[in-house]
């Protein structure tokens, strides 16, 4: 997955079916912070993803 991972944000792993959230540092050092199962109720997801902007 973190192949696929060009910038900080959150990213759909469909292999594994789950949100991923990856931060990619400015010597680009990429690192998996959290993550979230798809079958996660949508204010879950809204709450986890506001929560990864800040």
């Known amino acids: 997955m973190d192949g696929k991972v060009k910038k900080t944000g959150i990213y759909e792993n469909l292999s594994k079916r ?3 959230y990856w ?3 400015k ?6 912070v ?6 996660a109720p949508p204010s879950v997801i809204e709450e986890w993803s506001n929560s ?3």
Request: some cysteine; hydrophobic content about 35%; overall charge neutral.
């Open 18 to 20: 789950r949100y991923e």
């Open 23 to 25: 931060y990619v540092s």
């Open 27 to 32: 010597s680009g050092l990429k690192t998996m």
């Open 34 to 39: 959290s993550w979230l199962c798809w079958s």
């Open 52 to 54: 990864q902007a800040e």
